[in-house]
């Protein structure tokens, strides 16, 4: 990238520059060229105008001396008088030739180029000439001799023996003027061929040539320069030769007889139409622009490569910088805020180096102020996260307050119906065991249950459902709880013989107490009361439009619903209530139960039925009554998949047994009295040792007047405080396979749970009681009996014979 | 609670009299044998008499264990009785007292060998 940088930059201002710099000189170059070359044309125009001119006029003036020299042979007296002589015969040919040939010669001697000197008589037969040979020649055809016979003539040059000569001829008359002859001479054109020849200031290839027309062709007098061996050529192929013959002056580019180009200038020569042409090769002439061309050439390479070099270090000088920036911007870019360019010059560059390093300083500042900023926002973010977690954690505080709250609340409506709607059911009945099931949903329902124990064969169970929910149901629930045993204690105390009132009467008793507050309030009540009879094995039932009651039947394992035709408690004043009567035999069920367990629902809204729950008991109907119900319990929630329920859940099972009656059963009475303990400890031996059947051995007897003795000193000095006035009774059961002692007492309740556990390493002398009783006794409970009273219930196994 | 002390040596020999120690007489029992405990004292107890002993009562005879070892002293147990023994033992006291079947043994486990 770097590397490709450089040259970049660079190549594109070569580019520039160098394209710039061609046409520049490009342009002046061709300029200065085409200048130079029409001043130069120019000048050779001039050169080879002036040559012609100069040449004409001087071989004009040749000529004009050798017809003034060739006068002056015919004007010699003595030779004329020879010729009027001869021409009137006076002398014989042979005296003209005597005569004549010393004038000739003398002639000759003064005129090297005179050659031959003679002379023609008017048939044109050479009468007299220096050379021998020439006499008698016949000249009549020469046009020398035909224009001689009027003027002065110079003839067309001919080549003859290696040099050009020609006939120059002139009149010689008779001072009459009459013609006498024809001087006739042969001249050697040496003069004339240097006088042309000489090419001064034409350079190499300059020459001058004279021609005259001789037909289609050009004749040239004299052999050109070039090619000595040309004398004829056609009169197209040299237009500046033609232009100048017909009688025109000028200068021309042209070519000439070997089809070179030249410049020629041309004019004509004035005297018998010949045309003299003085011209030089174009290659030549040009040779001086071409040269020029050349060095200007040179010249543009060596600016351009100038250019280069200048550009190059130009461009280096500018890049350098720009590369420094680049790497330092490269460097900021990474993070380093501390890179700087040095700045060496003053120019746009440098003003740039000097705005970057500004920039990064201002960079780096505002770098700092944020790196502060942000340190700063990251110092009010965790705090605010802090406010936020406190917030989150307050609120969760709160929203756990909130479920504290209510489930306080729906722990509060289960006490409520714990202590108000429902009571426990006897654990001590000899020959049922009840068991009661209540499972408060979140709001406060008016579900109540309760039981009299008339006596150990004589049970009421009550069940009811007030309409409605809330405290008021709830209230209206413990009130009519209260009307049926208000009711019940009216009409014992009324009963003369202390006869036991009839269910039907007590319901109908408390209706007669509860409907008008009932209708008031708009509501009603769903009562089953039944009351078990154990000895004659049948239970009373006053169904007030309570749910069916499902009695399980030992003898045919099914079960059958129980159904009254009474309606609700609070529907209307004066209704008689009747009861219907059930027996049972020993290990019959029969359950009461609220509708909300056989009105819950599953997923799909199906209810859990009475058909489902007689199906259940009859599934369990072997189980304990606590058992039953709470596999009531798990079957409900099995079904409705929640452990939680829209209404109250109520249920009372009531399985009856073969009443257990004691084979001994006796009791004493004490007092609170720690003196007491000797006898209540002999009351243990004297039970023990009074057993029917097998004795209890000697170490159980230790073991229950232990317990016993602690039992008792305890309700003396923790449920009495100590006080010595207040009774204890303790009763003893004896049955076949254990002995069973209840020590009751109107002290205050014992929580086992709040005792500690004893120490057995001798650090505390107290502590050991209750760990002793449980130790030394198969079974304790602290109970509450029928009567109210506080019971510490112990019971020791005996061995079965 | 008339207690029958009697001086073997330097040991102390206290026989409770009566065949009961339960919460109606431990108090008692406390009160009369505290004089006894003297610093450095070597007592015995001797339980031969008894035939009940309650948690009270054991609390009792713990109380004295630990007055004396408090002061230097020591307590030793003799002729405890199968249902005596069988309450120590239920709350591991058996393993706090030092339990000899006669007196002699007991006085005798005081004197250096």
Redesign the interface.
């Known amino acids: 990238m770097r590397l490709g940088f450089r040259p970049s930059i660079w190549l594109k201002l070569a580019i520039f520059i160098g394209v710039l710099a061609l046409l520049t000189s490009g342009v002046l170059i061709w300029t200065a060229y085409m200048f130079a070359r029409d001043m130069l044309v120019d000048q050779i125009h001039a050169r080879l105008t002036v040559t012609t001119s100069d040449r004409q006029a001087m071989l004009l003036a040749y000529i004009h001396q050798q017809h003034e020299r060739v006068r002056l042979v015919a004007s010699r007296t003595r030779l004329r008088q020879l010729l009027e002589e001869h021409a009137d015969d006076k002398i014989a040919d042979v005296a003209f030739r005597a005569g004549a040939t010393p004038i000739l010669a003398d002639a000759q001697k003064s005129a090297e180029d005179f050659l031959v000197i003679g002379i023609a008589d008017l048939t044109g037969t050479l009468i007299a000439a220096t050379e021998e040979t020439y006499l008698g020649k016949d000249v009549s055809a020469e046009p020398s001799f035909v224009y001689g016979q009027h003027i002065a003539y110079l003839g067309i040059p001919q080549l003859t023996r290696g040099r050009y000569q020609t006939f120059l001829s002139g009149p010689a008359t008779a001072p009459d003027g009459q013609l006498l002859g024809v001087i006739m001479v042969v001249l050697h054109l040496g003069l004339m061929e240097e006088l042309l020849a000489d090419a001064a200031g034409l350079g190499q290839t300059g020459e001058v040539m004279v021609g005259t027309q001789r037909g289609e062709t050009v004749r040239y007098l004299l052999p050109p320069l070039h090619d000595p061996e040309i004398t004829e050529v056609p009169l197209a192929s040299t237009p500046a030769m033609a232009h100048a013959i017909q009688g025109y002056k000028g200068f021309m580019h042209t070519t000439d007889y070997r089809g070179v180009e030249v410049l020629a200038a041309y004019q004509p020569v004035k005297y018998q139409g010949w045309g003299i042409v003085a011209k030089i090769d174009v290659a030549e002439a040009y040779t001086p622009v071409e040269r020029l061309r050349l060095a200007l050439l040179v010249l543009e390479a060596a600016i351009l490569l100038v250019d280069l070099v200048a550009l190059y270090v130009l461009a280096r000088r500018f890049t350098r910088p720009i590369m420094a920036l680049a790497r330092m911007a490269a460097a900021v870019a990474a993070g380093n805020l501390e890179a700087r360019v040095t700045v060496t010059s003053s120019d746009e560059i440098g003003r740039l180096g000097t705005t970057f390093n500004h920039m990064t300083e201002e960079l780096a500042a505002s770098y700092a102020t944020l790196e502060h900023k942000v340190v700063e926002r990251t110092r009010e973010l965790v705090q605010a996260n802090a406010e936020l977690a406190n917030e989150i954690a307050e609120r969760k505080r709160a929203e756990e307050q909130l479920v504290q709250a209510h489930e306080q609340e729906v722990e509060i409506g289960f006490k409520i119906q714990q202590m108000l709607l429902f009571d426990q059911p006897p654990r001590d009945l000899p020959g049922a065991r009840v068991a009661a099931l209540t499972i408060p949903s979140q709001t406060i329902d008016g579900d109540f249950c309760d039981f009299f124990k008339h006596s150990d064969c004589c049970l009421d169970v009550i069940v009811g459902d007030v309409m409605g929910k809330g405290i008021p149901a709830a209230l209206m629930g413990a009130a009519t709880k209260s009307h049926f045993l208000q009711a019940l204690c009216r009409l014992i105390a009324l009963s003369p013989s202390g006869k036991l009132p009839e269910p039907k009467e007590i319901v109908t008793l408390a209706h007669a107490e509860v409907v008008r507050q009932l209708i008031n309030l708009e509501s009603f009540v769903t009562v089953c009361y039944a009351r078990f009879d154990l000895e004659r094995r049948q239970v009373d039932l006053v169904d007030c439009g309570h749910t069916t009651t499902v009695h399980y039947r030992h003898s045919t394992k099914a079960c059958t619903l129980v159904q009254g035709d009474n309606m609700p408690l609070g529907v209307s004043e004066g209704e008689i209530f009747e009861q219907i009567t059930v027996p049972f035999e020993p290990g019959d069920v029969l359950l009461f139960y609220s509708d909300g367990l056989t009105e819950t629902r599953d997923d799909t809204g199906e209810l859990f039925g009475v058909e489902r729950l007689a199906a259940c008991v009859q599934t369990h109907s072997q189980l304990e009554p606590e058992e039953l119900i709470d596999q009531i319990r798990l079957a409900v929630v099995a079904f409705s998949n929640s452990e939680r329920f829209g209404d109250d859940l109520t249920c009372v099972a009531v399985k009856l047994a073969e009443p257990e009656l004691p084979l001994t059963q006796v009791e004493i009475e004490m007092a609170s009295d720690l003196q007491e303990l000797a006898r209540a400890r002999a009351f243990v031996r004297e039970v023990c040792q009074n057993l029917p059947g097998t004795p209890l051995d000697e170490d159980s007897t230790s073991q229950l007047e232990l317990a016993i003795t602690e039992a008792t000193s305890n309700i003396m000095q923790h449920a009495y405080g100590g006080r010595t006035d207040q009774r204890i009774q303790i009763d003893a059961e004896v049955f076949a396979d254990r002995i069973v002692f209840r020590l009751h007492h109107l002290g205050e309740a014992f929580d086992p749970s709040l005792v500690e556990a004893p120490a057995f390493d001798g650090s505390r002398e107290g502590g050991f009681g209750v760990y002793i009783i449980a130790q030394s006794v198969d079974e304790v409970r602290y109970l509450r009996d029928e009567q109210g009273r506080n019971c510490i219930y112990l019971v020791k196994n005996r061995q079965t014979t | 609670m008339e207690l029958a002390i009697e001086k073997m040596d330097d040991v102390t020999v206290v026989i409770l009299p009566g065949e ?1 120690l ?3 007489n431990a108090k008692e029992f406390k009160g009369d044998v505290g004089p006894l405990l003297q610093p450095q004292a070597k007592v015995v107890l001797d339980l031969s008499q008894l035939r ?1 002993v ?3 009562g ?3 005879i ?2 004295c ?2 007055q004396l070892n408090a002061a230097g002293g020591d307590l030793k147990l003799c002729g405890m009785s ?2 005596v023994r ?2 120590f033992e ?4 058996h ?2 007292f030092d339990i000899y079947t006669t007196r002699d043994e007991a006085v005798h486990a005081f004197q250096p060998e």
Not at chain 2, 90 to 93: A, D, G, I, N, P
């Open positions: 009961e339960d919460a109606n009940f309650d948690s009270s054991l609390g009792s713990l109380s264990l630990r199968k249902p069988a309450l239920l709350v591991r006291m393993r706090i």
